[in-house]
């Protein structure tokens, strides 16, 4: 059924171009439905987040202290320095630029947050009311306590499970909510060309070429060369290794999927210690890192632009936290990075106008994500292996 949903996106979409040029007024009388579509993310978000973070929370707290701490700090580094990377690259290709959303209601929020203020709504006065107008900030706060503290409490795991069993419930919804990816796809898309015409082709074209170039210079920089540089291993070869993983991901788009062939990989060819491998790569797995960083960084930054946004200091810090916080505790959704990427412009205060082109090439471009996300679990993990062999 979702390669089914996926193929539907793609001929979506296509309809949605050649119906905006050709029915631009007609269009129109369906823009409520994309909104209706919005709103559904809008309303799922915030749950979803708590219980998807709660439960990794508590998960990772019960495993190897001393290693996840270590694999937690390496995965960081390399998210760091993907984001970084990326945000130079956009800055440099400036993908969104002559194409600007136009939204009078829209008072440029991000950039008028303060850190000060991100640290008082860390601290909400009402639970309820966190949930209700979708405090994501707090949100994850709260399921970090939540999910840490459900390990230090006698029964803990009852709490824990309760939440497991919401969270699956709460999947299966947003997998029928996802249903209607296609109609939504045609409705946002369709009112996109009518409203502004053939430019939205290049725009396009653009975003996924700067994600692409964006994903080989964080392949080279953050995950070959290391390879090279501290653990000792001869680039060729690494990537000779690797490069089955690519075909299995470009095909599947899901670490998860990969996860049984990554694994081997890594104990079998790679010959890196089980018992690190056991922890470090189901850990990648889960809070998946260059890959959401390239994502992040592009989405962020070109959403800033498309909407007039300026980036301050302060604002990128805004926008490098939030991501980082989120891609730690990414649920593996039916097409979670649409959901995830709607969870980080709605945290930043960025219209969402912009995820039914989204949706429309997220598949392109997760095929990307997934790759980077693999390949930097075995990237860590390589390096975490020799960390530990040179203590020794």
Request: glycine share 6%; net charge positive; hydrophobic share 55%.
């Amino acid at each position: 059924m979702k390669k089914r949903i996926s193929v539907l996106t793609i001929i979506a979409l296509l309809m949605a171009i050649v119906s905006g040029l050709v029915f631009k007024e007609q269009v129109t009388a369906i823009d409520f439905i994309g909104t209706i579509y919005i709103n559904l993310l809008k309303f799922m978000i915030g749950p979803i987040v708590f219980t998807s973070i709660a439960e990794t929370i508590y998960d990772s707290s019960k495993k190897k202290g001393k290693l996840i701490v270590k694999s937690v700090v390496i995965f960081t580094l390399m998210f760091l320095a993907t984001f970084f990377l990326t945000s130079i690259i956009v800055v440099l290709i400036k993908p969104a630029k002559g194409f600007t959303f136009e939204l009078s209601s829209y008072e440029g929020a991000l950039g008028n947050l303060s850190i000060k203020e991100i640290i008082i709504n860390l601290f909400p006065t009402n639970i309820i009311s966190m949930f209700q107008t979708n405090q994501l900030f707090a949100i994850i706060f709260f399921a970090y306590l939540v999910g840490f503290c459900a390990t230090k409490v006698e029964k803990g795991d009852v709490v824990i499970d309760v939440i497991k069993s919401f969270k699956n419930i709460l999947f299966k919804i947003l997998e029928y909510i996802m249903y209607l990816t296609p109609l939504a796809v045609f409705s946002l898309m369709s009112n996109t060309i009518a409203r502004y015409g053939s430019i939205v082709f290049a725009v396009g074209i653009k975003y996924i070429l700067t994600a692409y170039l964006a994903g080989f210079i964080t392949m080279l920089v953050i995950m070959i060369l290391p390879v090279w540089i501290f653990a000792k291993m001869n680039p060729i070869v690494f990537v000779k290794k690797i490069y089955k993983i690519w075909i299995i991901t470009i095909t599947t788009c899901s670490s998860a999927a990969t996860l049984p062939t990554t694994m081997r990989l890594c104990k079998e060819e790679l010959n890196i210690d089980r018992e690190i491998t056991d922890i470090v790569v189901p850990l990648g797995c889960t809070i998946h890192m260059c890959g959401g960083a390239v994502s992040f960084a592009l989405l962020g930054l070109f959403c800033s632009s498309l909407f007039g946004v300026e980036v301050t200091p302060t604002t990128y810090i805004i926008m490098i936290v939030a991501s980082l916080l989120i891609n730690m505790s990414a649920p593996g959704i039916p097409n979670g990075g649409v959901v995830i990427g709607a969870t980080y412009l709605q945290l930043l205060g960025i219209p969402l106008d912009f995820i039914g082109f989204y949706s429309g090439i997220y598949k392109i471009l997760d095929m990307l994500y997934t790759t980077l996300n693999v390949s930097g679990d075995i990237t860590a993990n390589v390096i975490i292996d020799y960390l530990e062999k040179k203590e020794k």
